[in-house]
């Protein structure tokens, strides 16, 4: 064999050698994990439940609906105009591409997805840690449906709770379902509640659900 052929010889194996180690690499994210091993162990589930109470923590989410709690009121007084949303929150001239309104809906819904992922991958009665996880994502994802549906949806006592009221999403597989009555919408919230509260017996320190948050 002549030198050059050789040292391309002895190239080409590095290159497979190199190739097939490649293949077996773990490709997971160093930061993340994929979807098919994020729910696993318990532990996985107390992270991702720290999650979801991060998504209603969020600055974006937070001051969304601060705005639009504070200024239609009268503790508060806007001094000219300006083009910021809290404008039209000010005035009651809310409309449905709204950044404060877009915020609200879109960070409350991205919150009940994400503790739905989590409520379905717990059985009834696996233990009393995963009844707590449990009852602390039914416990949060019907306190965002109250919250969406006192912004969204008409007061109960108007038309007897039969005006239109929110979409309920009691499952990640849901798509995008229409909205629901108000009637219904509270009916789903109270029997989330009543659930999230049976399911959970930790006492936990007040920045986490708790029974007596729930009742």
């Given at each position: 064999m002549k030198p050059n052929n050789y040292y391309i010889y002895?190239?080409?194996?590095?290159?497979?050698?190199?190739?097939a180690t490649g293949c077996r690499k773990d490709l997971e994210p160093y930061n993340s994990k994929s979807d098919a091993t994020a729910l696993v162990s318990l532990s996985d589930l107390e992270t991702a439940t720290y999650g979801v109470y991060a998504l209603i923590k969020s600055h974006v989410f937070l001051?969304?609906?601060?705005?639009?709690?504070?200024?239609?009121?009268?503790?508060?007084?806007l001094s000219g105009n300006t083009s910021n949303p809290i404008y039209n929150s000010y005035t009651?001239?809310?409309f449905p591409t709204m950044a404060n309104a877009e915020q609200a809906w879109q960070g409350a819904y991205a919150a009940i997805y994400a503790a739905n992922r989590i409520i379905e991958k717990i059985g009834d009665g696996e233990s009393a840690a995963h009844d707590q996880i449990k009852g602390e994502n039914r416990y949060l994802r019907g306190l965002l449906h109250f919250i969406l549906v006192r912004f969204f949806g008409r007061p109960y006592i108007q038309g007897g709770g039969d005006s239109p009221g929110i979409p309920i999403m009691d499952s990640p597989?849901?798509?995008?379902p229409s909205r629901s009555t108000v009637k219904k919408t509270y009916e789903f919230i109270v029997d989330d509640l009543l659930k999230a509260a049976d399911l959970m017996t930790e006492n936990k320190k007040a920045s986490f659900a708790t029974k007596e948050a729930a009742y």
């Open positions: 002895i190239s080409l194996i590095s290159v497979l050698l190199a190739t001051r969304a609906f601060w705005w639009m709690q504070i200024f239609p009121g009268d503790d508060v007084a009651y001239t809310h597989a849901n798509g995008m």
